[in-house]
């Protein structure tokens, strides 16, 4: 599974340990249109409720795709290639950390090295000058 997320860093307190999950993608599940996993994670934030989606992008997630989050003023907004594919009501408030990962969750019957290429990443703030 190839995931991209950002979590709270409750640096300034423990509850500001809340997620967006902007993709979780199985590895069989990669085709011409993919399915995958997004959302919001509470875990220990009372502030949010736990809202996750299975849903499927019209893309190869073989090719280099552009994966993108906005979120803020009570919102959180999900997309792929410049199109929202989910919008939840609900939105940290803190700080919050990028983590790409690549998780091996067979029975070791697949095929490796299991790898992910990440071409590029960008943030930024509609607060930023």
Known sequence: MTAIWLVGTEHQDPRECGEICVA???????????????????????????????????????????????WGGGVTFIGC?????????QAPTYALMLLIDVFDLSSGRGTYPT???????????????
Do not use: K, Q
């Not at 290639?81 to 009501?89: L, M």
């Open 81 to 89: 290639e410049n199109r929202v594919i989910a919008t939840f009501d």
């Open 115 to 129: 790898s992910a290429v990440l071409h590029h990443a960008r943030a930024w703030s509609r607060d930023s000058h």
């Open 24 to 70: 979780e993608i199985d590895a069989d599940t990669v085709r011409l249109r993919t399915r995958t996993r997004c959302g919001i994670n509470a875990h220990l934030d009372d502030r949010l409720t736990t809202d996750m989606i299975a849903t499927t992008v019209p893309y190869d997630t073989r090719r280099p795709l552009t994966w993108s989050v906005e």
